[in-house]
C-alpha cells in the first residue's frame, strides 16, 4: 500500500500533458496581481534526477520530456514549457508539479504540498525547506484537500494526481472533489487521469462521475500516444478542469496537434477537447 514512487515515471508524455496544463492555468491566475493560493494534494518528491535508477529502470521521459524537445515544436506554450525545463533537463532532472509551481508563483502567492507517502514526504520536504512560501503537509491528500479548503486567499487552484494504485481512488476522487467544491466553489481544479488498457479502465466511470457533479463548467482533455490495448498498459492520460479561465480551452487546443505529433509512438496518437459541463 503506497508504494508509488513517481521517479520512475517523471517526464514521460503523461507529465507533459499535465505540466503544460498546469503552467497555462498558473498564467492565467498570474495575470491579475490578487495573489492565489496553489494546492497540490499528491506532490510527490517535487524534483527528480533522470540518472537515478529508479527513471532509468523505465527510462519514460525519452518518450515524453525528451521527445518533445527533439520534435521542435512551434506553439508557444510549448515552447515556453520546453524553456521551463531546458535548465533542468541540463543537470539531467526533471521537475514535478510543485517546483513548476514554485517557479511560476510570485512572491505574493503560496503553495501547499501534500503527500503521504513517507520518503516522498521526506524528499519533499528537503526541496523545499528554504522556501518560506511553501508548507509541506504529511497527510493523505484527500482527506487534506477538504481539510484546508476555502483556502486564504480564496483564490487558486488545486493539482489533483493521484496514483490510482488503490482502485477506490477512482471513488474517493470525485467524493473528495465534490466536498471541496461545495466548501470553495471560486477555485480551479486540475485532476490528471491515466487512460487504461481495456481490462483496466476505470477512469471512465470516474469522469461520468464528476460530469454528473455540482459543477458549472468541466472541461476534458484526453492525450493518446498508442492504441489502446485490451490487456494491460497506459495508452495515454487526461486532464479535467474544473472553473477553467477564459480561452483556456482554446489555448490548449492550439498545442494539442503538435503535442499529439510529437508524443505519438509509431505513427499512433490523438487528442480530444470536449467540455462536461459547460456554464451558458
Not at 39 to 56: P, W
Not at 132 to 145: S, W, Y
Not at 181 to 201: N, S, V
Request: charged share 20%; proline share 5%.
Amino acid at each position: 500500500m503506497f508504494s508509488y514512487r513517481h521517479a520512475f515515471h517523471a517526464g514521460n508524455h503523461a507529465d507533459v500533458l499535465k505540466h503544460l496544463c498546469q503552467m497555462l492555468l498558473l498564467e492565467k491566475l498570474c495575470n491579475k496581481d490578487k495573489a492565489f493560493v496553489y494546492i497540490d494534494t499528491h506532490a510527490g518528491a517535487g524534483l527528480y534526477d533522470l540518472t537515478s535508477e529508479s527513471a532509468q529502470k523505465t527510462a519514460e521521459y525519452q518518450a515524453g520530456i525528451d521527445a518533445l524537445t527533439d520534435a521542435a515544436c512551434h506553439n508557444p506554450h510549448i515552447r515556453a514549457y520546453l524553456k521551463l525545463v531546458e535548465q533542468y533537463r541540463k543537470q539531467n532532472r526533471y521537475p514535478g508539479s510543485p517546483e513548476i509551481a514554485r517557479r511560476l508563483c510570485r512572491a505574493q502567492d503560496s503553495l501547499q504540498l501534500m503527500e503521504w507517502h513517507n520518503n516522498e514526504v521526506q524528499q519533499l520536504a528537503l526541496n523545499f525547506k528554504h522556501q518560506k512560501r511553501v508548507k509541506v503537509h504529511h497527510r493523505d491528500g484527500f482527506e487534506g484537500l477538504v481539510a484546508i479548503t476555502p483556502p486564504k486567499p480564496a483564490r487558486g487552484m488545486v493539482l489533483i494526481d493521484p496514483s490510482y494504485e488503490l482502485e477506490t481512488d477512482y471513488q474517493v476522487l470525485p467524493d473528495t472533489l465534490a466536498k471541496a467544491y461545495r466548501r470553495w466553489q471560486t477555485g480551479i481544479y486540475a485532476i490528471w487521469y491515466p487512460l487504461l488498457a481495456k481490462k483496466r479502465d476505470r477512469s471512465q466511470g470516474m469522469i461520468e462521475a464528476i460530469g454528473r457533479g455540482p459543477y458549472s463548467s468541466v472541461l476534458d482533455i484526453q492525450l493518446s500516444v498508442l492504441p489502446q490495448d485490451e490487456e494491460l498498459g497506459m495508452y495515454g492520460s487526461g486532464m479535467l478542469i474544473i472553473n477553467p479561465p477564459w480561452q483556456f480551452d482554446q489555448q490548449v487546443a492550439s498545442l494539442l496537434p503538435e503535442l499529439t505529433q510529437a508524443l505519438g509512438q509509431g505513427g499512433a496518437g490523438d487528442f480530444k477537447v470536449s467540455w462536461l459541463a459547460q456554464q451558458d
